[in-house]
């Protein structure tokens, strides 16, 4: 059975900064392209990050370019997202998920496995 847990989020002033992990066991992570996304209250999920099975390639969505950095360790089985510069609009739910691939950019659709979510809440 595939897990997938989330940790790191909380609280934070605008500006400041957050570092998501997410292990993952029951699978063979190094054979899996990792997602982060996030959903807020009364909007669709949305992909904020990926990263391939060995790392070499990301992909981030326009709004974080230059603020988030997704890496991993798969040694470790786990997945980060590392948070800057936050800022009130990054407030959302968090998710930690698995794909075997994607298309031209990465959708939930193409993710099968998913963490349970963890909050991020940006004051201003």
């Known amino acids: 059975q595939v897990q997938l847990v989330e940790s790191g989020g909380g609280l934070v002033q605008a500006g400041g900064s957050l570092r998501l992990s997410c292990v993952a066991s029951?699978?063979?992570?190094?054979?899996?392209?990792m997602g982060w996304f996030r959903q807020a209250p009364g909007k669709e999920r949305e992909v904020v990050a990926a990263i391939s099975w060995s790392g070499v390639s990301t992909y981030y969505t326009d709004s974080v370019k230059g603020r988030f950095i997704i890496s991993r360790d798969n040694a470790e089985n786990t997945v980060y997202l590392q948070m800057n510069a936050l800022k009130p609009e990054d407030t959302a739910v968090y998710y930690c998920?698995?794909?075997?691939?994607?298309?031209?950019?990465?959708?939930?659709?193409?993710?099968?496995?998913w963490g349970q979510g963890i909050q991020v809440t940006v004051s201003s």
């Open positions: 029951g699978l063979t992570f190094s054979s899996y392209q």
């Open positions: 998920a698995a794909a075997t691939g994607w298309g031209a950019r990465p959708e939930p659709t193409d993710f099968g496995s």
